[in-house]
């Protein structure tokens, strides 16, 4: 059984920065393609980044595109997401999970951005 554990979320001014952590355990964590996800008060979960087993590869929407950078350490079974000019509206609760979800879901990070 997979266990995911998101941290490193918290409150951060409007142009502020965070980094999320996601630490997998139970299974061979490189074999997966790894995703984060978010989900606002009163809205449905939704994407935010993609990478694949390497890390060669990454996806974003437009919504976060060069503003927010997913990567990878397999020996760590980490997956990190650096968010840079942060708006209020990527305030949510962020989980990761496999590009499509297969693993339990985490409790997740809740990151709120204040104007």
């Known amino acids: 059984q997979v266990q995911l554990v998101e941290s490193g979320g918290g409150l951060v001014q409007a142009g502020g920065s965070l980094r999320l952590s996601c630490a997998a355990s139970g299974r061979t964590f490189s074999n997966y393609a790894m995703a984060w996800f978010r989900q606002a008060p009163g809205k449905e979960r939704e994407i935010v980044a993609t990478?694949?087993?390497?890390?060669?590869?990454?996806y974003y929407p437009s919504s976060v595109k060069g503003r927010f950078t997913i990567s990878r350490d397999n020996a760590k079974n980490t997956v990190y997401l650096q968010m840079n000019s942060l708006k209020p509206e990527d305030t949510a609760v962020y989980y990761c999970?496999?590009?499509?979800?297969?693993?339990?879901w985490g409790q997740g990070t809740q990151v709120t951005v204040s104007s």
């Open positions: 990478i694949s087993r390497g890390g060669g590869s990454t």
């Open positions: 999970n496999t590009d499509v979800p297969s693993f339990k």
